[in-house]
């Protein structure tokens, strides 16, 4: 039988420079973010040019940030991959019909204040969370 | 799905995390395999047959056909 091989693989050392990569362009576009948010009004003074550029900038890296994440979901193996997809599934199903039955909370004055779509991106986010703890703990 | 890789991989003396590096997955998938709790693919079964130099049937077993 062929000898074992010792230090880590290729394969581990590929997931944790895409799982790193990842890191970095998701700070990248939430700094850009918080920029492109803040910086009209306590950098820039409203100036719309420097507005407009903040949003590219913040969109630009957001691609970059889709297609990291994209590698990374494919550098994974199986099991993780299957822990993801049922998180991605739980977290877009509930970020849909929760969402939407929301937003006619607030269309029909159920609620008094407005449906704000931050809160969705923290109700996708924090679903997104539990299934990935769920499924982590399913197949342990 | 049964299988036998906890079986041929103390055989060999190997760790999960040994055996997890020559298979190119996770020490965790290694664990949730053997406890069949996560059923491989077919190219990761056959990978696992051409580790231990078995047929695919000698470490995985079809729980529904025994």
Known sequence: MSKLKTDSSDWAANTARNTKRLGYWTAAWVVTMAIANFGPRFIWQLNESLTIIAILINLAIGFGMIMANKQHLKGLDEMHQKIQLEAMALSLGVGLVVGLAYSNLDVTNIITFDAEISQLFILMGLTYGAGVFAGLRKFR | ?66
């Open chain 2, 1 to 66: 799905m049964k299988n036998r890789l906890k079986v041929l991989r103390a055989e060999r003396d190997w760790t999960q995390a040994q055996l997890a590096i020559e298979l190119e997955v996770s020490r965790q998938t290694v664990n949730a395999i053997e406890k069949g709790k996560f059923d491989p693919s077919l190219p990761l079964a056959f990978k696992a047959a051409r580790l231990f130099r078995l047929a695919i049937e000698d470490i995985f077993q079809d729980e529904a056909a025994s």
